[in-house]
Structure formats: C-alpha cells, structure tokens
C-alpha cells in the first residue's frame, strides 16, 4: 500500500515537473486522463501477470472508454510515465515504455508483424519524448532519452540521445544519451534543429550556383579567345593577301 501511494505522488509530482498548465494536486488528481490510463493500466496489468487475462483485457477497455487512451494489459509500463493530452494514445501487446517517458496525443507504439508470441511493438528507453501524432511500428529499441518529433513515423532503431522527425523517420541531432538534467522538449522537438535534408539540399543549390558560375566564365573566356583568333586572322590576311585566298 506504501508503495502504492509512493507511486501515486511520483507521478503526480511527474505531470507538475513536465505540464506547467498544472495548477494544483486536485486538479491533476481528477482531471488528467493520461494519468488515469496509467493507474488503471496497472490494475490491468496485474490482473494480466496473474493468469486473469479476459479481467485485464475488461479493466484496460474500460479504461480506454474513460480516458481515450488504448493501453494493452500486458505492456510494460515504467515509473513516472506521463501521457500529455492523451487521447488517441495507442500500446500495443509487446510495448515496453521506460520511466520517466513523455506521451502526446495520437501516438500509436504499434507493430508490423502479425506473428504471435513475437516482439512486435517498440520498446521505449529511460526518458523518451514522443511528440504528438507520431507512430512508432516495430519490434525494436528506442534508446535512453531520444526525441520522436511530431507525426514522425518511426520504422527503426533509434539510438540514444537522438531526434528524430520526418515520415520515414531520420536522425537530426544524434548525441549523448540525454542527461537528468537535460533540457525538455516538448512535443519532441528541439530547438534550432537541423534537417539534413534541408542543408543537403541547400549544399547542392550552393554547389550548382557555382557551376553556373564557372561555366559562365569559361564561356566568357572562350569568347575571349575566339575573338583574339579572330583577330589574329585578320591582321595575318592583310600582311599576307595570298595566304589569305590560300
């Protein structure tokens, strides 16, 4: 029961730290449905481990009734989860979601495989952010503290430290596994990021603007010499009017 409730203030204490739209524990207490699906994915989950499997799969579609929020009864669920908004949320079967998570609306761990008995959602590090709208389909690891920019999909692993936006999903800022201190991004997105598609694309209007340039005066230069040549034909018939009719 201790720990019950220790788990109880952690997460609350969890939307405090990440929502500054939290005004007060009562609030937080009975208006937040990312909340409720946590607590009520736990009832669930325990009614799963314990061989009650159509009791865990009531209890989580009733609380997807409530809240909006799809959670199976067998995924993993860390500590201090905190699914923002949260309506639309999807976890599948095999999802695993490290603690300390951030989960916007719309978000859909699911799988692309149709294979019982086999890892087929994702699995979610320590301090993963996955912004709102994006889907991550596969049986493989997002690594401690990535970024999952908005409406991302996300079809491979990730590593740690990493953002990653777009549909496919690529890496825009990989580094370090994100520190305990490191700054939140809210809706998975970091600011002054770069897209790399972007700059290559920037990389190659440079480089063919240079072109153009180059060809540009070696035309001028060829011009150059040609009326030099040409010149130099002129003065050459007059010196020599035979060689000329020649």
């Given at each position: 029961?201790?720990f019950m409730?220790?788990?109880?203030?952690?997460?609350?204490?969890?939307?405090?730290?990440?929502?500054?739209?939290?005004?007060?524990?009562?609030?937080?207490?009975?208006?937040?449905?990312?909340?409720?699906?946590?607590?009520?994915?736990?009832?669930?989950?325990?009614?799963?481990?314990?061989?009650?499997?159509?009791?865990?799969?009531?209890?989580?579609?009733?609380?997807?009734?409530?809240?909006?929020?799809?959670?199976?009864?067998?995924?993993?669920?860390g500590r201090?989860?905190?699914?923002?908004?949260?309506?639309?949320?999807?976890?599948?079967?095999?999802?695993?979601?490290?603690?300390?998570?951030?989960?916007?609306?719309?978000?859909?761990?699911?799988?692309?495989?149709?294979?019982?008995?086999?890892?087929?959602?994702?699995?979610?590090?320590?301090?993963?952010?996955?912004?709102?709208?994006?889907?991550?389909?596969?049986?493989?690891?997002?690594?401690?503290?990535?970024?999952?920019?908005?409406?991302?999909?996300?079809?491979?692993?990730?590593?740690?430290?990493?953002?990653?936006?777009?549909?496919?999903?690529?890496?825009?800022?990989?580094?370090?596994?994100?520190?305990?201190?490191?700054?939140?991004?809210?809706?998975?997105?970091?600011?002054?990021?770069?897209?790399?598609?972007?700059?290559?694309?920037?990389?190659?209007?440079?480089?063919?603007?240079?072109?153009?340039?180059?060809?540009?005066?070696?035309?001028?230069?060829?011009?150059?010499?040609?009326?030099?040549?040409?010149?130099?034909?002129?003065?050459?018939?007059?010196?020599?009017?035979?060689?000329?009719?020649?």
């Open positions: 029961m201790t409730f220790r788990q109880l203030r952690e997460d609350m204490t969890s939307v405090f730290e990440r929502d500054p739209a939290a005004r007060s524990s009562w609030e937080v207490l009975t208006c937040y449905p990312g909340l409720h699906a946590v607590w009520i994915h736990r009832l669930a989950h325990w009614f799963w481990r314990h061989g009650l499997l159509w009791l865990g799969r009531l209890v989580s579609h009733a609380g997807r009734w409530v809240t909006g929020i799809e959670i199976h009864p067998a995924a993993l669920v201090r989860v905190f699914i923002d908004h949260g309506m639309g949320v999807v976890v599948g079967e095999t999802a695993e979601i490290g603690d300390d998570c951030t989960i916007y609306q719309g978000v859909t761990l699911g799988g692309t495989s149709l294979y019982r008995g086999a890892k087929r959602h994702p699995t979610l590090g320590k301090g993963v952010v996955v912004g709102a709208g994006a889907k991550v389909l596969g049986g493989f690891t997002v690594g401690d503290g990535a970024k999952i920019g908005s409406n991302a999909v996300v079809v491979k692993e990730v590593p740690a430290g990493a953002s990653v936006v777009g549909i496919p999903g690529r890496i825009v800022d990989e580094g370090q596994a994100q520190q305990e201190k490191a700054h939140f991004a809210a809706y998975g997105v970091v600011p002054n990021q770069v897209d790399p598609y972007a700059k290559t694309l920037q990389s190659l209007l440079e480089h063919s603007q240079e072109l153009e340039r180059t060809v540009s005066g070696l035309g001028e230069k060829l011009r150059r010499i040609e009326h030099k040549l040409a010149e130099g034909a002129a003065d050459a018939s007059k010196a020599d009017p035979l060689r000329a009719i020649k």
